[in-house]
């Protein structure tokens, strides 16, 4: 069973940072690419920034410059250093790794989600 956690989620106010950790487990060959979308209510869920295994990363702009994307790929977990928040930052930050090789399979793995809400 692979399953992926998101832990560092708050309440935060405007101009302040948080730092949401994401971490994998099970019996995990392999992880190429991790990516962070976020869904605040009403809107679709958008991504918010991807890290291959090789480090290489993207945003989407309205993140860029504020966010941080980051994986330990010993330790199998990915972060997101996220500065200068702003009220429209406010949103559940999904992890999800869409290439998880374990077992000779590949899976699709979400994590349960955690709640960021930045004040204004």
């Known amino acids: 069973q692979v399953q992926l956690v998101e832990s560092g989620g708050g309440l935060v106010q405007a101009g302040g940072s948080l730092r949401l950790s994401c971490a994998a487990s099970?019996?995990?060959?392999?992880?190429?690419?991790m990516v962070w979308y976020r869904q605040a209510p009403g809107k679709q869920r958008e991504l918010v920034a991807a890290i291959t295994s090789g480090g290489s990363t993207d945003y989407v702009d309205s993140v860029k410059g504020r966010f941080t994307i980051s994986r330990d790929n010993a330790r199998g977990t990915v972060y997101l250093q996220m500065n200068s928040l702003k009220p429209e930052d406010t949103a559940v930050y999904y992890c999800?790794?869409?290439?998880?090789?374990?077992?000779?399979?590949?899976?699709?793995?979400w994590g349960q989600g955690t709640l960021v809400t930045v004040s204004s």
């Open positions: 999800n790794a869409p290439d998880v090789i374990a077992g000779g399979r590949y899976f699709n793995v």
């Open positions: 099970g019996s995990i060959f392999s992880i190429n690419v």
